[in-house]
C-alpha cells in the first residue's frame, strides 16, 4: 500500500516520521510512504519527493516573495501523487500549502485525512469551508478540537498528543555541558526561535539582544532545529540587534551556544524565550517556565489580526483555558519587556512557582488524553485511523 504524507514544518516532519513507524507496524515494510517531509521522515524511510526545507515560509507577505520556489514543490508532489497514486493522504498542518493539496487530491480521487489540524478555531476559520469539502476526518491532537469540528459536521477523532507519549532520555547536566562547552554551574536560558528560516531572521536578533541586556551571569542555548542549518541560525544570533539608537550595546557580552536536541535543552534550562508553536508545548512538558514571543512582518501582521478569534496565541493557554505564560506578540516583542518577564520567573518565588504549577496542569491534561480511544500511543491511534480511511 501507498501513502502520502506532507507536513512542511520542523513539528510537522517530526510528527510525520512518527506516523510512518506507526503505519509500518501495523501493515508492514512493504507499506511505501512518499510526500513532502525533512530529515526526519528520511530517516523513517519516506521517500520526499519535495524538501520541506525548500518551502517552509510564514506570514502572508513572507509567502508572497517564495511563490515561485512554493509552485514548484505543490506541482512535483502532486504530479508523484498521479503516478504512485496513493491508497490515502495524510495532510500534517502547514494550511497554506495542504489545503490547496487537499482540493487536488480529492479531484483525483484520492482520500485525505487531516493530521494536527491547522488552529482555524483560532484564526482565520473560513478555511473550515475546504476540510468540508475536500477532507474525509480530521485527527486531532487537543481534546477542544473534536468538538469544534463536529459541530460544523466534520468527523473528527481525537487520537492525544504524540510528545506527551515520547520519554526521551535526557543526558545529565554535566555530559551534556561538556558536549558544548557549556558551564554546568550558571543557570541557562533555552532560546527557541522557530523552526523556519523567516522566523528565525525575525525572533534571533531580538533573542540576542535579549541575552546582551540579561548579561553573562547566565549561558544562553540555542538548539537547532532540523530544518534548519548551524550556521545560517549562528550568523543570524550573531547579527546587529535591534533596539533603538544608544539603547545599549551593540554586541552581546553574553556567549550564545549552539545545540541540538531542544528537550535536553529545555530540561537543563532554568528559563525559555519560546517562539510560538509546538516549542512552547515542548516547553510545559518539560515544565520549564518560559516567555512566549512571536512577531511577523507588520503588513501580515495588519491583514491577519483581524481573522484572530482568540484571546491567548500559546497552546499551553489554550490548553489551561487561561493565561499561564506571558505572551509579547508582534511591538511588544521587544528584549527589554523579555527580560522583564523573564526576572519575575528566574529566580524562585510566587510567580515561578505559580507558573511551574501551571505547566504542570497542562502537562497532566495531555499526558492523560482522556477520550482518546485505546490504549496505544497517539501516534499508533492515528495510524489506525488512516489506515481505516484508506480506499
Excluded at 476540510?131 to 481534546?143: A, D, H, L, T, W
Excluded at 523552526?195 to 551571569?217: F, I, K, N, V, W
Excluded at 554586541?251 to 510560538?276: E, F, K
Excluded at 518565588?349 to 502537562?363: C, D, I, T, Y
Aim: charged share 25%; glycine share 8%.
Amino acid at each position: 500500500m501507498r501513502v502520502l504524507i506532507s507536513a512542511g514544518e520542523a513539528s510537522g516532519d517530526h510528527y510525520g516520521a512518527g506516523l510512518a513507524r506507526a503505519l509500518r507496524r501495523q501493515w508492514g515494510e512493504q507499506l511505501e510512504v512518499s510526500g513532502l517531509g525533512g530529515s526526519e521522515m528520511r530517516q523513517a524511510g519516506c521517500d520526499t519527493v519535495v524538501d520541506a526545507h525548500d518551502i517552509a515560509v510564514v506570514g502572508i507577505t513572507e509567502v508572497v516573495s517564495s511563490l515561485p520556489r512554493i509552485r514548484r514543490g505543490f506541482h512535483r508532489l502532486l504530479q508523484e501523487a498521479e503516478r504512485r497514486r496513493p491508497a490515502v493522504a495524510v495532510l500534517i498542518d502547514f494550511p497554506d500549502f495542504n489545503l490547496r493539496l487537499a482540493k487536488q487530491l480529492h479531484r483525483r480521487g484520492i482520500p485525505v485525512v487531516y493530521f494536527v489540524s491547522p488552529q482555524m478555531w483560532a484564526w482565520r476559520s473560513g478555511r473550515v469551508k475546504q476540510i468540508q469539502r475536500y477532507v474525509s476526518k480530521m485527527i486531532v491532537i487537543f481534546p477542544f478540537e473534536v468538538k469544534w469540528f463536529r459541530e460544523r459536521g466534520i468527523e473528527a477523532e481525537y487520537v492525544g498528543y504524540p510528545l506527551a507519549d515520547e520519554r526521551p532520555e535526557v543526558p545529565p547536566r554535566e555530559q551534556f555541558a561538556a558536549k558544548f562547552a557549556l558551564d554546568p554551574l550558571k543557570p541557562w536560558i533555552a532560546l527557541l526561535p522557530g523552526s523556519r528560516r523567516s522566523e528565525a531572521a525575525r525572533m534571533a536578533p531580538r533573542m540576542a539582544y535579549t541575552a546582551a541586556l540579561l548579561g553573562d551571569e547566565f549561558e544562553y542555548v540555542v538548539p537547532v532545529a532540523p530544518s534548519l542549518e548551524a550556521n545560517e541560525l549562528a550568523r543570524l544570533f550573531s547579527g546587529r540587534f535591534l533596539q533603538p539608537a544608544g539603547a545599549g550595546p551593540r554586541h552581546s557580552q553574553a556567549r550564545i551556544v549552539l545545540a541540538t536536541d531542544a528537550r535536553a535543552v529545555l530540561a537543563h534550562a532554568r528559563a525559555a524565550v519560546v517562539a510560538s508553536g509546538t516549542a512552547t508545548v515542548q516547553a510545559a512538558l518539560a515544565g520549564t517556565p518560559f516567555v512566549m514571543v512571536y512577531r511577523v512582518a507588520p503588513s501580515s501582521y495588519a491583514l491577519g489580526r483581524w481573522m484572530v478569534r482568540v484571546a491567548n496565541f500559546a497552546m499551553p493557554n489554550l490548553i489551561a483555558g487561561r493565561r499561564i505564560v506571558p505572551e509579547l506578540v508582534q511591538g511588544r516583542f521587544t528584549a527589554a519587556n523579555v527580560v522583564r518577564e523573564l526576572r519575575k520567573i528566574i529566580p524562585d518565588g510566587p510567580e515561578r512557582s505559580q507558573m511551574v504549577a501551571g505547566l504542570a496542569e497542562v502537562r497532566a491534561r495531555l499526558s492523560t488524553p482522556e477520550g482518546a480511544s485505546g490504549a496505544a500511543t497517539a501516534l499508533d491511534r492515528a495510524a489506525t485511523a488512516v489506515l481505516q480511511a484508506a480506499r
